[in-house]
C-alpha cells in the first residue's frame, strides 16, 4: 500500500493521462495541487490573474490539439476563470478547468470562498463534475480531460473540496486504471454526399473554399493543401485560417475578399462558422445565390445561418477532405478562362496598392499602416515567412483588423487574435501559451521547419492594459516575448493630438464639464515600456521609423521580454469602428445619398 493525499494523486493522475503544463493561480486549497504537479515535473506557469490564465489554457489546447489545464481556487478564482470558459466554448478549444472549493461538510454554511460551481458552470461546459471520494478523483480528471478535446472541443469542469485534497488514500489502486487519453476516432462521409459535393464544385463558375482555424485545430494542412493544388480553386483563409495554405499562394483570396465574397456561387467552407466573421454567409456581403458546403464535426453547424442542410457534410476535415480530392478525380477548375478568377486578380492587384500606398507614408504620428510594415519588413528580414520562425498575437480592433493582412505566415497555428469572441485580454495569455507550446524541453506543438519560435505580441493600447501585469510573468519565467503596443491614447482611437489638448480635457473632467475626455480615453503617451524594464526586460519608445525598425531588430534578438511602445497618430474625430463589421449595408445607403446628392446639383 502506497499512501498519499489527495493533493498528490491528483497531479499523479493528470501525469499519467499526459499533462505537461498546468496554468494557472494558487491559494488554499490548490496549493497542495501545483507543488506536487511541480514535484512530478509537470509544468506550473503561475500568472497574476486568472482570467489570463484560463486564456493561456485555451490557447494551449488550439496550438497543441491536447486539452490545456487551468488550476485556481474556488470562488473568485472559477469567477475569474469563467473568461476562459467561454473563451473555450466560442472558439471550439478543449480546457480542463480544475479548482479547489469549500469543504463537503461545511456547504451552505457560508464556507471560504464558497461557490456552488457546478451550478454556474454546467449550462457553459461540457461537463461538470465534483468527485465523490479521494479515490475516484483521477478517473474523473481521465474523463473530463478525454471529454473535453471529444466531438466539439470544449470545456470540462471538476470542482475538488479542500476535504478531498488533504485526505489520505491508497494511491496504488486510485491510479491503477489511469493511463494517456488517445485521440478519438475520426468520421468521413457518404458516398452520396460526396458524389454531390464534387458535382456542385464542378459545374461552379465561381468556387471559393473557405479555410477557418478548424481546420489548423484538425491538423489538416496537408489534405488542404492538395486540395487546392490539385484542384486548382481560390481560397479565403479567415483571420485564424492564415498558413494552412501559405499567404504567398496565389490563389490567394484574401486581398480580394469583398469580391470573392461578392461573386462566388459554390463555397466549400473547411472549418469555419458562417458567423459573424464570415457575416452569416448573407447578402449583400455574400452572393444571394451562393450556395455553401459546410464540411465540420459539428451537426449544429450544418444549416445554420446561409447554409443548406441538405449540402452539409459531418466528418474531421482530415478524412473528409480527401474523400473530397478523390470524389473530383482529375477534374481541375479552369483558371485560364476564368472571368471570376481575373476579377479576383484585378482586385487583389487593386487593393495590394492601395495597401502600399498607405504603408509608404512615413507621417508623424506613425499611422498604423506604416508601423505594420516597418516592423513586418524588419522581422521578415530576420525571420522569412517560409521558415515558419515567428508565432504572432493580435488584437485590438484596429490593430488586429489592420495587421491581419500586413504579416504573412506560410503554416499553420502561427497567427492568434481575439478570435470568435472578439475577446479584449487574451494576447498576453496567448503569448506565454505560445512560448509554452512551442519552446522548451515540454514542448508540444509544432509548426514549419523552425523548432524555436519568437512569439511577436502586436498590441493595442486598450487590449494590452487588460493583462500587462501578465509581462512579469514572462519575465518570471524567462520568456522572451517581443510586444509591440501600438499607443494612440484611447479605445479604438485617441481623442487629442497634443499633451496640452489632452491636459486641457483632463482638467475640464476632473471640474466636471462634459467636454473633457471621452469614454474612449485613455492617459496621454502611457509609458508603457516602463513594465519591460521594471520586470527585469527591455523597453523601448518609439515615434519614427528608424527608431521603430531599431527596436523592432534589437527586440527580436533580444532574450528577454521586450516591449516597443509605438506612438501612433491619435485617430481623433475618426468614427468608432471595427472595419471588419462595418456594413455593406451602411456601404450602399451611403452610395445612395451620394448618388441623390449628385441628381440634385
Not at 252 to 262: D, F
Request: net charge neutral; hydrophobic share 40%; charged share 20%.
Amino acid at each position: 500500500m502506497a499512501l498519499s493525499t489527495g493533493a498528490h494523486l491528483i497531479a499523479l493522475g493528470l501525469r499519467n493521462i499526459g499533462v505537461t503544463h498546468i496554468f494557472g493561480i494558487v491559494g488554499i486549497p490548490v496549493v497542495e495541487v501545483a507543488e506536487q504537479a511541480i514535484n512530478l515535473g509537470i509544468r506550473f506557469i503561475g500568472f497574476r490573474n486568472e482570467q489570463a490564465a484560463s486564456y493561456a489554457a485555451t490557447a494551449y489546447g488550439y496550438l497543441t490539439g491536447r486539452p490545456g489545464v487551468c488550476l485556481v481556487v474556488g470562488g473568485p478564482g472559477v469567477l475569474h476563470a469563467f473568461a476562459g470558459v467561454g473563451n473555450s466554448s466560442a472558439n471550439g478549444w478543449p480546457l480542463l478547468l480544475l479548482a479547489g472549493s469549500s469543504e463537503t461538510h461545511l456547504v451552505s454554511k457560508g464556507a471560504f470562498q464558497e461557490l456552488d460551481a457546478i451550478s454556474l458552470l454546467t449550462p457553459h461546459t461540457k461537463l461538470a463534475l465534483r468527485p465523490p471520494s479521494v479515490e475516484s478523483i483521477p478517473n474523473v480528471i481521465q474523463d473530463t480531460y478525454r471529454l473535453s478535446s471529444c466531438g466539439r472541443p470544449g470545456t470540462s469542469f471538476v470542482d475538488i473540496p479542500a476535504d478531498l485534497i488533504k485526505e489520505i488514500v491508497d494511491e496504488t489502486e486510485s491510479l491503477s486504471s489511469v493511463t494517456p487519453v488517445p485521440n478519438g476516432p475520426k468520421g468521413g462521409a457518404d458516398e452520396a454526399a460526396l458524389f454531390r459535393t464534387a458535382q456542385l464544385i464542378r459545374t461552379a463558375k465561381a468556387p471559393l473554399v473557405v479555410i477557418g482555424k478548424g481546420s489548423a485545430y484538425a491538423r489538416a494542412e496537408n489534405v488542404i493543401r492538395d486540395l487546392i493544388e490539385k484542384s486548382h480553386l481560390p481560397f479565403l483563409p479567415t483571420p485564424m485560417g492564415k498558413g494552412i495554405v501559405p499567404d504567398s499562394h496565389p490563389l490567394n483570396a484574401a486581398s480580394a475578399r469583398s469580391t470573392a465574397l461578392k461573386e462566388a456561387d459554390v463555397v466549400l467552407v473547411l472549418g469555419a462558422r458562417l458567423n459573424w466573421i464570415l457575416h452569416f454567409g448573407s447578402a449583400p456581403k455574400w452572393n444571394a445565390c451562393a450556395q455553401f458546403i459546410q464540411v465540420d464535426i459539428s451537426p449544429e453547424e450544418i444549416g445554420k445561418n446561409a447554409g443548406n442542410a441538405d449540402l452539409g457534410i459531418i466528418g474531421d476535415l482530415s478524412v473528409v477532405v480527401p474523400q473530397i480530392i478523390h470524389a473530383l478525380g482529375s477534374w481541375s477548375y479552369d483558371t485560364h478562362t476564368s472571368h471570376y478568377l481575373s476579377h479576383l486578380n484585378a482586385a487583389r492587384r487593386k487593393n495590394e496598392d492601395t495597401a502600399i500606398h498607405k504603408a509608404s507614408s512615413p507621417s508623424l504620428p506613425l499611422t498604423y499602416a506604416h508601423a505594420f510594415r516597418v516592423i513586418e519588413r524588419t522581422l521578415s528580414g530576420l525571420s522569412p515567412p517560409d521558415t515558419g520562425g515567428i508565432v504572432y498575437i493580435a488584437e485590438g480592433a484596429n490593430t488586429m483588423d489592420i495587421s491581419r493582412s500586413v504579416f504573412p505566415v506560410s503554416y499553420p497555428r502561427l497567427r492568434l487574435d481575439a478570435g470568435t469572441y472578439a475577446t479584449m485580454g487574451v494576447g498576453m495569455g496567448y503569448a506565454i501559451a505560445a512560448h509554452a507550446a512551442y519552446n522548451g524541453s515540454a514542448a508540444e506543438a509544432s509548426s514549419g521547419p523552425a523548432l524555436r519560435k519568437k512569439i511577436v505580441c502586436l498590441e493595442g493600447d486598450s487590449a494590452f492594459g487588460f493583462s500587462a501585469m501578465e509581462v512579469e510573468t514572462m519575465a518570471r519565467y524567462g520568456m522572451d516575448i517581443l510586444i509591440f503596443v501600438m499607443n494612440n491614447g484611447g479605445v479604438y482611437h485617441g481623442d487629442s493630438d497634443t499633451a496640452d489638448e489632452w491636459l486641457k480635457m483632463q482638467q475640464r473632467t476632473q471640474e466636471g464639464g462634459q467636454d473633457g475626455l471621452r469614454s474612449t480615453s485613455l492617459g496621454w503617451e502611457v509609458r508603457y515600456e516602463k513594465i519591460a524594464e521594471g520586470c527585469g526586460g527591455r523597453g523601448f519608445l518609439v515615434r519614427t521609423s528608424e527608431e521603430l525598425e531599431r527596436a523592432t531588430g534589437e527586440g527580436y534578438k533580444s532574450g528577454v521580454v521586450t516591449i516597443v511602445n509605438v506612438i501612433i497618430e491619435s485617430g481623433k474625430g475618426q468614427k468608432l469602428e471595427f472595419g471588419w463589421q462595418a456594413s455593406s449595408g451602411d456601404k450602399e445607403k451611403k452610395k445612395k445619398k451620394k448618388t441623390k446628392r449628385a441628381s440634385k446639383l
